[in-house]
Every structure is written in C-alpha cells, then in structure tokens.
C-alpha cells in the first residue's frame, strides 16, 4: 500500500446483532480524491463512515485509514480527520466563533492557534459578519458551512461528509458545494456520502454505489453512465391509466424500457430518433422530454429501484 492510498477497506463488514448493515465491501480511496459513496437510506453509507471516523468499531474485515487501524490507532488517525456528521451538533446557545474555539481547544490547540484559525475558517465558511452571533436562529446552510468550517479546525488531510447537504434549499446546497470545490482544489481528501445522484456527480471523481450494505458498481460517475446506461433517456407521460396499453409499442423501438408508476423511460442512443419512431407507431403521449442518463438511471439499472424510493 503506497501512502497516497488513504483509505483502505477489504471485506469491511459492519453487523448490529444478527443484522449485517456493511456486507464485506472493498474500498480504496486516494490522496486529493473526492469520493462518493451513493445509495438510498439504508444501504449502509452512514455505518460506513463511522468505522472511517473511528467512532464504531469495524466487525469483520480489514479497514487502514492514512496507513493506520482503528482498533489501534483511533485517537492519530481523528487527529488526522475532518468529520461531518449527518447531524451538526454544534452548540446552539454559543457564538459562531465560540463553537470553532471549543472546537480547537478540544483538539488541543493553543488559544492562539485557535483564533489564528477561527479568522481563516469563519471567511471560507462566509460567516465572518456573523461571528459574534448564536448559531440557533441561523439557516440550515449557514449551520452546515459552520460545521464544516468546525472540521476543518484541525487542518486535516481528509474531510468524511455524511450527507452534507440533506435538508438544505438548492441554493444553500450549491454554496456548499462551491466552498467544498475549493478544498478539493486545496488539496484535502473528501470522502462524501449522499443518495443524491446530482450531488455526486457534481462532486465526485470516483464513487461506489451502495445497496444493501453492498457495492453494486465503482467508477466515475461518466464511467458509470457509459456502463450501466445509454447516451440519452426520454421520459413520456401518459394520460391517466393509458400508460399500460402504449408500453408493447414503445418496447418494440427501445432496447431497454423502465416503467414507473407515473411516467416509462425509454433508454436510447438518441432521443430524438426514438421520440420519431415512437410517433410513427402512434405513441401518443400527453408529454415527452429527453435527457441525459444520470447516476439515478444507473442505480435504476443495478437495483430495479429508484434512488429516491
Ligand atoms: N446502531 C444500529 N443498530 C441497529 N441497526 C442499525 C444501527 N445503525 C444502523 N442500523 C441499520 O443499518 C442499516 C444501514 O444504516 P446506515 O445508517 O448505515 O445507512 P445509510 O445508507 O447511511 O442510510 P441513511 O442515509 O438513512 O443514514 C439500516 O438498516 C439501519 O437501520
């Protein structure tokens, strides 16, 4: 194992009682990597990145963080880490900036470095204007950039994100985005969980897809749309309870159809084509849009569900 291999998994296996939540998945991430772990709740991303963050114990199967094991080595491999819970437990009845100070001091920086620090971080987290305000009435994305900004206290080399932006608007979710853009830029390992397919092909370079404590697929995500689906996708949506009746006349022009309960997607090279041969054979739908395949067609194809379900 070189040292760019910053995380390590093989067989790694998570059970609570007779019920296995991580079913002996393998996993290496790289140094400067933004990695993904994308599956629907459940599918046991959460269990995963607490045996990362050294906070579970792993049962079975082999698991080296930054070189080192958990069992042995917890407390210099979260010296090491940034953890982003899915909750953001930050203190709510303290300042912005008391909660990166507490944060400091509980890693064991002195109180210069701490202040040093909380200047730098409070600007990347944008809520220099709001230091000296309790976090409880902030919004969600403010809450989300302080816990991120919290994590980053101790300058670590790797930043574990459990679903960082779940619960937030599109444009909280998009400025979270940006400042984690930029710590990839500088250099920091991001290993993100998340079941939102846009979410990970925005910010991955490489993800496994995760189901039932399993990996289905590994890649990224172009290679994972090359492989599991086609070019384009064309959603038609019929008139209620007349989808039924067109789904043999659209499968006679499309090698690969998926029906859902309130639209089919039809898998093709060439939306445009299909949505032609479609109107010949009298496939009138109440309305038709093509798109590109994405993550959420990939999961689709390997589990027969919806990411979303
Ligand atoms: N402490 C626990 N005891 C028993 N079962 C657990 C425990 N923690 C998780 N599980 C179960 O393990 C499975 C995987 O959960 P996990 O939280 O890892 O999934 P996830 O993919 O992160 O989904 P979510 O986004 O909902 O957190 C679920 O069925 C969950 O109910």
């Excluded at 491999?77 to 930050?90: K, T």
């Excluded at 309130?262 to 445009?272: E, N, Q």
């Excluded at 084509?273 to 496939?283: F, I, K, N, S, W």
Aim: aromatic content about 6%; glycine content about 8%; proline content about 4%.
């Amino acid at each position: 194992m070189t040292d760019d291999v910053l995380l390590h998994a093989r067989g790694l296996t998570k059970s609570f009682g007779d019920f296995t939540a991580v079913d002996g998945i393998d996993v290496q991430v790289m140094r400067g990597e933004a990695f993904g772990f994308l599956g629907p709740n459940g599918a046991g991303k959460s269990s995963t990145m607490k045996m990362v963050g050294c906070v579970s114990p792993v049962s079975g199967g082999e698991l080296r963080i930054l070189g080192m094991d958990p069992a042995a080595d917890g407390p210099a491999i979260r010296a090491r880490l940034g953890v982003c819970p899915q909750q953001d437990m930050l203190d709510e009845d303290l300042s912005v900036e008391e909660n990166l100070w507490v944060y400091g001091r509980f890693f064991g920086l002195s109180r210069r470095e701490v202040r040093a620090r909380t200047d730098e971080l409070l600007d990347f987290a944008q809520l220099t204007e709001r230091r000296h305000d309790r976090v409880e009435p902030l919004s969600g994305g403010m809450k989300r950039r302080l816990t991120i900004a919290r994590a980053l206290v101790n300058n670590p080399e790797v930043l574990l994100l459990d679903e960082p932006t779940t619960g937030l608007d599109p444009q909280a979710r998009h400025v979270l985005w940006d400042r984690l853009y930029r710590l990839k830029r500088e250099g920091v390992t991001l290993i993100i969980t998340t079941h939102y397919m846009d979410e990970a092909e925005q910010l991955c370079d490489r993800l496994v897809v995760m189901d039932h404590g399993r990996i289905v697929a590994e890649g990224s995500p172009r290679e994972l749309i090359d492989t599991y689906s086609t070019r384009e996708v064309v959603e038609l949506r019929f008139a209620v309870d007349e989808q039924e009746q067109h789904v043999d006349a659209v499968r006679a022009v499309a090698e690969r159809v998926e029906e859902l309960p309130d639209r089919l997607l039809v898998y093709t090279a060439d939306g445009d084509d299909t949505l032609a041969a479609l109107h010949g054979r009298g496939v009138r739908p109440l309305s038709s849009l093509v798109r590109r395949s994405t993550l959420e067609d990939v999961f689709l194809h390997l589990t027969g569900r919806s990411l979303v379900d």
